[in-house]
């Protein structure tokens, strides 16, 4: 069975290696994606429409808000589904594995967490701050902010990390990234314009249509990064402990 | 030259730690290589240019989906029984 598998796997490969005789020169400006006019009409207005520097914020942020608002809806149902198929299910009992052991939470370890814990916390803010200038944005930002908090559990145990982050709290935090993502749209739909077509917000702030791209792009990135680090943080906490929310990993 | 020769050893690090990931009875040690996959993926990014998927994939792919492997693994049986 494994040999008659191989063959399908062989005559694909081989046809892989053949195809990818046909791509174009490594950053050749001839290869279709550099010539196509959509990309060069992204590096060409994105600059004067939006004044965001970071191209594939704005793209991602802006001129494809749609899709990226809809990742953040498959992100926040992913944690939705985890939640749902572990909350009432497996053994409610603990059964203590054999590997385990009941052990203090280590001195070293733990003091080293809490030096590190505010840095990651901090450049997790910059990275979703400082999306449109450098590269980040909120996928990467919520992220790093969610990974903080089970660095957490990990070091100390789950319990503590729930005392700082209730996992109430990541349903509500969830909802509430998509919300203010949609709100952004819909409040720039209201305004006059389509569906998170934020020039319009202009019409409501004092800053000129590009600076009001620029800015809602900050609130739909915050509103990404809520949804990530409320769901990261879910999904770890659910997992790690089959759903009971006590001794995990 | 350099470049080429940076290259060409990532990718053949890659195909390593690929294979090493499937062959790998141990899940955890499967999730480990996989992480480090994950990362020189990551580097392969960055020198390519494309700075913000390198850094999604050192966050997401290296760090959180390796922390989430782990923790399932926890709850299951850590070696792989094909």
């Known amino acids: ?249 | 030259m350099g470049l080429a020769l940076f290259n060409t050893f990532i990718l053949l690090l890659l195909v390593v730690a690929a294979l090493l990931a499937l062959r790998v009875k141990d899940l955890l040690t499967a999730s480990v290589v996989f992480a480090v996959y994950s990362f020189l993926m990551c580097l392969l990014w960055a020198e390519m240019g494309a700075v913000d998927v390198a850094f999604t994939e050192a966050t997401v792919g290296a760090g959180i989906s390796t922390v989430v492997l782990i923790a399932t693994i926890f709850n299951l049986k850590r070696k792989s029984s094909d």
Do not use: C
């Open chain 1, 1 to 249: 069975m494994k040999l008659l598998s191989f063959i399908p796997v062989l005559v694909v490969g081989v046809l892989l290696l053949y195809a990818a005789k046909d791509f174009p020169e490594w950053g050749s400006p001839d290869a279709p994606a550099s010539k196509s006019p959509v990309s060069s009409h992204f590096i060409a207005n994105t600059g004067v429409d939006t004044e965001v520097p970071n191209m594939v914020t704005a793209v991602l942020a802006d001129y494809r808000g749609f899709d990226t608002m809809f990742e953040t809806v498959v992100v926040f149902i992913a944690g939705m589904a985890v939640l749902a198929i572990l909350k009432n299910s497996g053994r409610k009992k603990l059964v203590k594995r054999e590997f385990e052991v009941d052990a203090e939470p280590d001195l070293i370890v733990t003091n080293t967490v809490r030096l590190l814990v505010p840095v990651i916390q901090i450049f997790a803010f910059y990275v979703l701050a400082h999306g449109h200038v450098s590269p980040g944005g909120g996928f990467q930002g919520g992220v790093l902010m969610g990974a903080s908090f089970i660095l957490v559990a990990l070091s100390w145990d789950l319990e503590t990390a729930l005392i700082r982050f209730p996992l109430n709290w990541t349903t509500i935090l969830g909802g509430l990234g998509i919300f203010l993502y949609a709100g952004i749209g819909l409040l720039s739909m209201f305004l006059g314009g389509e569906f998170l077509d934020y020039s319009e917000l202009a019409n409501i702030f004092p800053v000129s249509r590009e600076m009001a791209r620029y800015h809602a792009m900050l609130g739909v990135e915050i509103g990404v990064g809520l949804t990530v680090t409320a769901i990261m943080f879910s999904l770890y906490a659910n997992l790690s402990t089959e759903g009971r929310l006590q001794r995990g990993l």
